[in-house]
């Protein structure tokens, strides 16, 4: 996954690094949102908690030991516990929304460097699909990059004695470089800096940052945690055959910051999930917008307790796997935002 130190109707393909630490639209209509997925409540409809469950605790099921997400957010999301209506998805202003709801439905349970530690045979059974929606990317185009918010409970510890809070986190997707058979790496590399491919990144990567200033501009947050989306693993391929992720970063981000200027209080993320805990924390967390470095294949955590990255650590301790999938949560919204390219 991409975070260093830390972090369609039309889609169905047959076919880290360690300690968390950042540096690593409308709402859906009533009605099924995606194949074999949850139908969205109508107005002032309860959600089928159990069923909503049910698909949560299958999906769990497909995982490699020790790669899934924690259990108490299957129970919290039966009991009705979760945010579920705070949960958003933004995507580029432009995007197909069909393409935009497939790609969050169509997700893979894990996978870390093109390796997928879950059953295909099971997943395929379960949800109709081997693996996730990216795979229809090809060299000449890009599945679309998304974004997801939600309000999730963050736990200091596994235990039945650890501590609970409530963060507000955006789900941003580097682009991939960890692997040639990476879409991402297939469709950019090799790179030199001034190229078009190389400017249609950096617009791209400002896309991405900018999911997360209009995220927290439009929920009226003071603070923002950044971490190194798409450092770290995600940003080999990039740092041997192309001018490297730092050059990006400072690229894509800093126009971004500009606009945004004196908006927010822009700082580096925290170790996670020690910084929801400490005393003096609790009302910053409050006006607070955290991001986590996410996947473009992967349901929010990737592999949880045996992925060292920023994903894995929010992973681990949150519910956000079952907050951020459309097949456990119909009440998400859907909002668009502008294009930078």
């Not at 996410?294 to 994903?311: H, R, T, Y």
Request: hydrophobic content about 40%; aromatic content about 10%; proline content about 8%.
């Amino acid at each position: 996954t991409s975070a260093p130190l830390a972090a369609p109707a039309a889609l169905t393909p047959t076919t880290s690094t360690p300690a968390a630490v950042g540096g690593g639209g409308g709402a859906a209509a009533a009605g099924p949102s995606h194949p074999n997925g949850a139908a969205t409540p109508a107005a002032g409809e309860e959600p089928n908690w159990e069923e909503l469950a049910k698909m949560a605790e299958d999906l769990r099921g497909t995982y490699k030991d020790g790669f899934a997400f924690p259990p108490w957010s299957i129970e919290m999301l039966r009991n009705g516990q979760l945010l579920c209506g705070a949960t958003v998805v933004y995507y580029r202003e432009g995007d197909s929304l069909e393409e935009v709801k497939a790609i969050a439905a169509q997700r893979e349970p894990c996978n870390i460097m093109m390796r997928r530690p879950y059953s295909l045979d099971r997943l395929e059974r379960l949800l109709g699909h081997r693996t996730g929606g990216y795979s229809m990317s090809t060299k000449e185009k890009l599945q679309p990059n998304i974004a997801i918010f939600c309000r999730t409970p963050i736990r200091s510890n596994p235990g039945p004695q650890a501590q609970i809070e409530t963060v507000n986190v955006i789900n941003v997707i580097g682009y991939a470089f960890d692997a040639p058979n990476q879409p991402d790496w297939q469709y950019f590399l090799p790179l030199a800096e001034g190229d078009a491919k190389w400017k249609e990144l950096v617009a791209r990567f400002s896309q991405m940052w900018r999911f997360i200033f209009e995220c927290a501009e439009r929920r009226g947050y003071k603070r923002i945690y950044l971490a190194d989306v798409g450092g770290g693993a995600f940003s080999e391929g990039l740092n041997k055959h192309g001018p490297g992720y730092l050059k990006l970063k400072d690229a894509s981000l800093n126009p971004i910051k500009e606009e945004y200027k004196d908006r927010f209080l822009v700082e580096q993320l925290p170790r996670i999930p020690d910084f929801a805990f400490q005393s003096d924390n609790k009302a910053i967390l409050e006006e607070s917008l955290l991001v986590n470095a996410w996947d473009p294949w992967s349901m929010v955590g990737n592999g949880n307790f045996k992925d060292n990255s920023l994903d894995g650590f929010f992973g681990r301790c949150t519910a956000m796997a079952v907050l951020c999938w459309p097949k456990t949560n119909p009440c998400m919204k859907w909002e668009a935002v502008k294009s930078d390219w």
